[in-house]
């Protein structure tokens, strides 16, 4: 079978409003993402996923959706967007855009419809229910944050497992599917290479709309993902999105796959030939740390966890691979940022290397989050109030209080944990605004900027991370190491280590990687033949009667025999 194109590619995701200000409003734009497709270009990355950059009113940074035909003025123009297509097919990139299709906003005219006229065609597009009782939503579940999936509106209550101004659209309604296909089709056709279909496993929810079953948390409440996440109609619905529009384009269409799916019951949506999607984003390797829901623990137990990451990249890996294609990535904008997460801010450097050379080489298609390349860190902001561009978040510190929790303790989780770090404005130089454009102003800056963490200073420093990237990303796309990298066999070395994540490629070339996930020196057993090492991010190699000296976050790609 032939290899899709994005087999191959390096992906690349740019949170728009954090990225780059073309026009001085302090907001990152379309015209600033143009402007830097050079430096994208440069750094060896081809695909571009875009956070949403619909007209929204900017509930959940664009994931609320009022306008699918227009673009977010705060971003520019269906001329600026244009002109990123063809700007970056000038330069073969090519570019996803970000697709919110589980929800609208509120203000979206099908919502306003939906609520001005009950009889409306509208109506039947959102989940409209009857309360329970006086004041008693329809059933006990919860959204994603820390809210009731339900909110009154006047008799009767509608559906939102995000915040009450995204309410669910209702897939089983044939009339909003073909909508969504028309608007897919307008974009396929001004020139997007396809979409990063955003929440996809929740399109399908459990219309017999009762209670759950698990045990509720003090409000009466439950998340229980398996009420809207992967259900049996989802592959019904997106079968009919590809034959409708997909597989009239020669586009890569990638879903984010939340609610703990399965590598097997993803098979379904992605298995080769004609699987409604090419591939999906899982979550399972973003958090073997213990850091998520962590607000009762100490920063010293939170400590990665080698074998779940390994054993999660694993199941994946021996499902998918010859039957299907997947995406890698450590984090994204819904995500702390990857060097505090796994690496270390005392060792930026030497983490930030190891990390991206581990995902690098493993089997997949690689997405870098921005500002991962120059070893952006997490915002460690100072008061709560420098969390309030997200929504999701400021829900979270609401219910922490209510558990009784203070201040002190909810910030310090917050700059473990929050998404708002990965959305800190990119970091380009050392001047005033980090030469992002004009003075930020969604989120504060991280001051480490000012430490060479930006990408004029690394740029000029041969020893940087930037550097690295690049160097790295030249030789994933050598065909002798892509080959054994797509083609060849993948396993572990050591696979019992608690602290070395080793694995081999056996194809043409014998490819490994060696990584030390510690802040410290450990030991790595290793009875092979080093033939070349292509990259390491230290000096010299500390070898003596099979056994190597692994320095803090040192990794190493070798040929070896
Ligand atoms: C996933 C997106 O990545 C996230 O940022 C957003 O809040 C939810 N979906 C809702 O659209």
């Not at 396929?188 to 396809?194: A, F, H, N």
């Not at 009466?220 to 259900?231: A, E, I």
């Amino acid at each position: 079978m032939a290899s899709a194109w994005w087999k191959s590619s390096i992906g690349y995701m740019i949170y728009p409003e954090s990225f780059k200000d073309s026009n001085g409003d302090g907001i990152g734009d379309l015209g600033g993402i143009i402007s830097k497709l050079d430096y994208l270009h440069d750094l060896g990355v081809d695909l571009l996923w875009i956070g949403p950059l619909f007209d929204s009113p900017m509930d959940d940074n664009g994931y609320d959706v009022r306008d699918y035909g227009k673009i977010n003025p705060l971003y520019g123009t269906m001329d600026d967007l244009k002109r990123l297509f063809s700007e970056a097919h000038a330069r073969n990139m090519r570019v996803l855009l970000d697709f919110p299709i589980n929800h609208t906003s509120d203000e979206h005219p099908w919502f306003q419809k939906a609520l001005s006229d009950p009889s409306s065609k509208e109506r039947g597009y959102y989940y409209f229910k009857k309360g329970k009782g006086e004041n008693l939503p329809p059933n006990n579940w919860a959204g994603f944050f820390s809210t009731s999936a339900w909110e009154k509106a006047g008799e009767e209550y509608y559906l939102h497992i995000f915040t009450k101004k995204m309410p669910d659209l209702n897939w089983e309604n044939p009339e909003l599917r073909k909508e969504i296909y028309d608007i897919a089709r307008f974009y396929l056709e001004l020139g997007c290479d396809g979409f990063r279909l955003d929440a996809v496993t929740h399109l399908a929810k459990d219309l017999s709309f009762e209670d759950s079953e698990m045990k509720p948390d003090p409000n009466g409440l439950v998340l229980d993902t398996s009420k809207f996440s992967n259900r049996p109609r989802l592959y019904d619905y997106l079968s009919e999105f590809r034959e409708e529009v997909f597989s009239h384009y020669d586009c890569l269409v990638v879903g984010e796959a939340g609610g703990c799916i399965s590598p097997e019951e993803s098979l379904k949506l992605v298995e080769k030939p004609g699987a409604p999607l090419n591939m999906v984003f899982n979550f399972d390797t973003v958090w073997n740390n213990g850091n998520f829901d962590s607000i009762k623990k100490k920063d010293e137990e939170i400590f990665t966890d080698v074998f779940a990451l390994r054993r999660n990249f694993m199941r994946w890996y021996e499902v998918l691979n010859g039957k299907a294609d997947m995406p890698l990535y450590w984090c994204n904008h819904d995500h702390p940022r990857v060097v505090s997460q796994y690496g270390s801010v005392a060792y930026r450097n030497e983490s930030a290397k190891m990390l991206f050379l581990t995902l690098l080489f493993l089997y997949g298609t690689p997405f870098i989050y921005n500002g991962e390349e120059i070893g952006m860190s997490n915002a460690n902001y100072g008061s709560l109030g420098d969390f309030k561009s997200d929504r999701g978040t400021m829900n979270s510190v609401e219910a922490y209080k209510k558990e009784g929790y203070d201040e002190e303790t909810i910030l310090h989780y917050l700059n473990r944990t929050s998404r708002v770090n990965a959305r800190t404005p990119m970091q380009w130089d050392r001047s005033e605004n980090v030469g992002f454009g004009s003075k930020p102003a969604i989120n504060k800056v991280n001051p480490n900027y000012l430490e060479g963490v930006n990408v004029y200073d690394e740029m000029c420093d041969p020893y940087s991370i930037l550097n690295f990237y690049q160097y790295a990303i030249a030789l994933r796309k050598n065909p002798a190491y892509a080959d054994a990298v797509e083609y060849g066999r993948l396993s572990y070395v050591d696979p019992n280590h608690p602290d070395v994540f080793s694995y081999l490629h056996e194809g043409g070339t014998k490819l490994m990687v060696i990584s030390n996930f510690r802040p410290y020196t450990v030991y790595f057993t290793f009875y092979y033949e080093m033939k070349d090492v292509l990259l390491h991010n230290y000096d010299g190699v500390l070898l003596k009667d099979h056994v190597i000296t692994l320095r803090p976050f040192e990794s190493f790609l070798l040929v070896v025999r």
